[in-house]
């Protein structure tokens, strides 16, 4: 995902205060975009989200990525 648009969404979400977001946007936002990688705890298929989804496209990556018939 883009970093721009990612940190956008960071800043505009609502959550509980606990979690200090503005502190964190501030402190840590740059090292997370710099670091991002996925958990790949499995397969990992990467869909561009910045326009539309073919979602055709997406189940037939899943589907090799996971061996599903």
Same mark, same amino acid.
């Given at each position: 995902?883009?970093?721009?648009?990612?940190?956008? /969404?960071? *800043? +505009?979400?609502?959550?509980? %205060?606990?979690?200090?977001?503005?502190? =964190?946007?501030?402190? $840590?936002?740059? /090292?997370? *975009? +710099?670091?991002?990688?996925? %958990?790949?705890?499995?397969?990992?298929? =990467?869909?561009?989200? $910045?326009?539309?989804?073919?979602?055709?496209?997406?189940?037939?990556?899943?589907?090799?990525?996971?061996?599903?018939?």
């Amino acid at each position: 995902m883009d970093p721009a648009l990612s940190r956008q /969404r960071y *800043a +505009a979400r609502r959550g509980s %205060l606990v979690h200090e977001d503005g502190l =964190r946007l501030k402190e $840590d936002y740059d /090292r997370w *975009a +710099a670091d991002a990688e996925p %958990l790949a705890l499995g397969p990992v298929v =990467r869909v561009p989200t $910045d326009g539309a989804v073919d979602l055709d496209v997406v189940l037939s990556e899943l589907r090799a990525a996971t061996s599903c018939a």
